[in-house]
Structure formats: structure tokens, C-alpha cells
């Protein structure tokens, strides 16, 4: 991992347009600001972990989601 | 296994969360399976595959909101019909449950898709697939 020092208002360069900034800094608290191309999907980490842990549960192979589509079919049929 | 032809396959840019190197899913239907989607990746040694229902028949009246990042992302023009799936999890006690609040949003037209990486706590991420 790569560890920077910035003071309020410094800022760092991700790439070839993504910036982050210090805007704000509080009591164990700090507040960014991220400037990227609008196609660029940007996360708060923990609702991204929690959408993976689910996607992780969620997932199967092939065979398995078939077999369990079917099954969950008959389930709401009876 | 499955033959696909290039304009069956959508293009998740971003991958999803947790399989962010598979990119590349098929929509598998069949009448045995209805009304549920199996979305099948395709890159990769072992692809994941999901199960996915329309989060609509799951709960009437589902609306989310795309914000203009979402609809860039998914090269969507005014008037195109999306296509939303929300991926069935089996709990440790067999229970099914659907994530409503990270859906899967696939525009057919461009053949992208997307997941919602939402944080909105107006719906579920194990909303009971059936209820109880």
C-alpha cells in the first residue's frame, strides 16, 4: 500500500483522472473530495463489502443455479 | 454448454462486487426455471452463476432510481427498456432471499449491465423470497 501525508486541501492523483482531496478534517473524522469521469463508479468501502458478501453467498456454478431456479420455481408454484 | 452468440452477452464493465474479474455474463432462460434468470458468467476458469428474479414480482410497487452515473454506465438513451434482476441467495437454513437493494440493471439495447451498489435501506440485501 502506498501512504501519503497530506495536509487540508492537498490531494493526491490516481492514475490518469481520478483525484482525491482533503476538504475538511475532524475529530477522527476526514472529509474527501473524489474527481473522476463520469463513468467512474466511486464506493464508500463498507456498503461495497457488504454487497460483495452478499454477491458471495449468492453465487453458484452453472449447474447449481440451474438446479436451484428450478427448485425455488416449484417452491412458488405449490 | 450453453451456445451463446456475441449479442447475447452483456458487458458488466466493472464486473460485480466480489467477482470484479468476470466480466461478461449470459442470460440464461428456460421454462423449467421461470420465472427466474440464471446469470451466467463466462470469463474465467470458474465463472460464478446467479440466480436472478425480477425484483418486481418479489415486491409489487419496486421502484429504485438511477442516477446519471448509472444510466452512463449502462449507455442508456432516453426510451431504452432496462432490465432489472435481483440475485436469490440460499441462507445457512435453506431460506431464499433476494437482494432488492443492490439489483442488477441490464440495458438489452447496448447489452450492458451493472449492479447498484446501494446503500438504500428502504429494501433489503435478504429480503425472504418467500414469504414466511
Given amino acids: 500500500?502506498?501512504?501519503?501525508t497530506?495536509?487540508?486541501d492537498e490531494g493526491i492523483?490516481?492514475?490518469?483522472?481520478v483525484e482525491v482531496r482533503v476538504l475538511r478534517l475532524?475529530?477522527?473524522?476526514?472529509?474527501?473530495?473524489?474527481?473522476?469521469?463520469?463513468?467512474?463508479p466511486?464506493?464508500?468501502?463498507?456498503?461495497?463489502?457488504q454487497i460483495r458478501s452478499v454477491n458471495v453467498r449468492a453465487a453458484s456454478d452453472a449447474g447449481?443455479?440451474?438446479e436451484l431456479a428450478a427448485r425455488l420455481r416449484q417452491r412458488i408454484n405449490e | 454448454m450453453n451456445p451463446h452468440t456475441p449479442d447475447s452477452v452483456v458487458d458488466f464493465h466493472d464486473g460485480l462486487p466480489g467477482f470484479e474479474t468476470c466480466r461478461r455474463y449470459i442470460l440464461?432462460?428456460?421454462?423449467?426455471c421461470a420465472p427466474f434468470t440464471v446469470l451466467q458468467g463466462i470469463d474465467g476458469e470458474k465463472p460464478p452463476a446467479f440466480v436472478a428474479i425480477d425484483p418486481q414480482l418479489v415486491q409489487q410497487g419496486y421502484a429504485k432510481a438511477l442516477e446519471s452515473l448509472d444510466l452512463t454506465r449502462l449507455d442508456a438513451r432516453e426510451g431504452d427498456p432496462l432490465l432489472w434482476l435481483s440475485l436469490v441467495a440460499t441462507q445457512a437454513d435453506g431460506q431464499a432471499t433476494v437482494n432488492l437493494r443492490a439489483p442488477v440493471v441490464i440495458n438489452p439495447r447496448s447489452m450492458r449491465g451493472i449492479q447498484l451498489v446501494s446503500s438504500d435501506a428502504a429494501y433489503a440485501l435478504d429480503h425472504p423470497l418467500l414469504a414466511a
Fill in chain 1, 1 to 4: 500500500m502506498l501512504v501519503f
Fill in chain 1, 6 to 8: 497530506r495536509k487540508l
Fill in chain 1, 13 to 17: 492523483v490516481i492514475g490518469d483522472g
Fill in chain 1, 26 to 40: 475532524g475529530r477522527g473524522t476526514v472529509r474527501l473530495g473524489v474527481i473522476a469521469a463520469r463513468h467512474v
Fill in chain 1, 42 to 49: 466511486i464506493h464508500r468501502r463498507e456498503i461495497y463489502d
Fill in chain 1, 64 to 66: 447449481a443455479a440451474t
Fill in chain 2, 28 to 32: 440464461v432462460r428456460s421454462t423449467a
